[in-house]
């Protein structure tokens, strides 16, 4: 018996940069959603943008969970030009619910609080990692929801 495959319910694909001096990565950059294929064609075709890559930066941080050390892989590191100055950014792309400390409200399974409380927990501690990390290497961190990607 031949098994489905299972599809992703998230847009994925490989970008191909148009413009690759500006493009730092090894490889083209691999996108997980709508939203990063959006950052991707924002930054390749915006030009305050100097330079940018895609999961090119990798923090250490511990999972306060298990206490164990981890890798996190920012999404995007970019090099902006803001009128006279040129500022570094490392940019995480996520939703805006996970941002905020997940709600218990109606009819929410158990399962799905744990999860979203345990994602919570993580991501806090990568970004916290990431804020340490770009404040010594003179960067700022900042997080994209749909909220700035769609305005």
Same mark, same amino acid.
């Given at each position: 018996?031949? *098994?489905?495959?299972?599809?992703?319910?998230?847009?994925q694909g490989i970008y191909k940069p148009s413009d690759n001096q500006k493009y730092k990565g090894h490889s083209n950059p691999r996108y997980l959603s709508s939203w990063e294929l959006k950052f991707f *064609?924002?930054?390749?075709?915006?030009?305050?943008?100097?330079?940018? #890559?895609? !999961? #090119?930066?990798?923090?250490?941080?511990?999972?306060?969970?298990?206490?164990? /050390?981890? *890798?996190?892989?920012?999404?995007?590191?970019?090099? +902006?030009?803001?009128?006279?100055?040129? =500022?570094?950014? +490392?940019? !995480?792309?996520?939703?805006?619910? $996970?941002? *905020?400390?997940? =709600?218990?409200?109606?009819?929410?399974?158990?399962?799905?609080?744990?999860?979203?409380?345990?994602?919570?927990?993580?991501?806090?501690?990568?970004?916290? /990692? /990431?804020?340490?990390?770009?404040?010594?290497?003179?960067?700022?961190? $900042?997080? +994209?929801?749909?909220? !700035? +990607?769609?305005?």
């Amino acid at each position: 018996m031949k *098994r489905k495959r299972k599809f992703s319910k998230y847009k994925q694909g490989i970008y191909k940069p148009s413009d690759n001096q500006k493009y730092k990565g090894h490889s083209n950059p691999r996108y997980l959603s709508s939203w990063e294929l959006k950052f991707f *064609r924002w930054c390749d075709s915006n030009p305050s943008v100097i330079e940018w #890559s895609s !999961e #090119s930066v990798i923090i250490p941080y511990i999972n306060p969970l298990d206490g164990k /050390a981890h *890798r996190y892989m920012v999404d995007n590191k970019i090099i +902006l030009r803001e009128g006279a100055k040129i =500022t570094k950014y +490392l940019i !995480e792309i996520k939703p805006f619910k $996970q941002t *905020r400390k997940p =709600t218990t409200h109606g009819n929410k399974k158990k399962s799905t609080m744990i999860y979203e409380s345990v994602e919570y927990v993580r991501n806090q501690a990568k970004w916290n /990692a /990431a804020k340490k990390w770009c404040d010594k290497h003179g960067y700022k961190f $900042q997080i +994209l929801t749909e909220r !700035e +990607l769609f305005r």
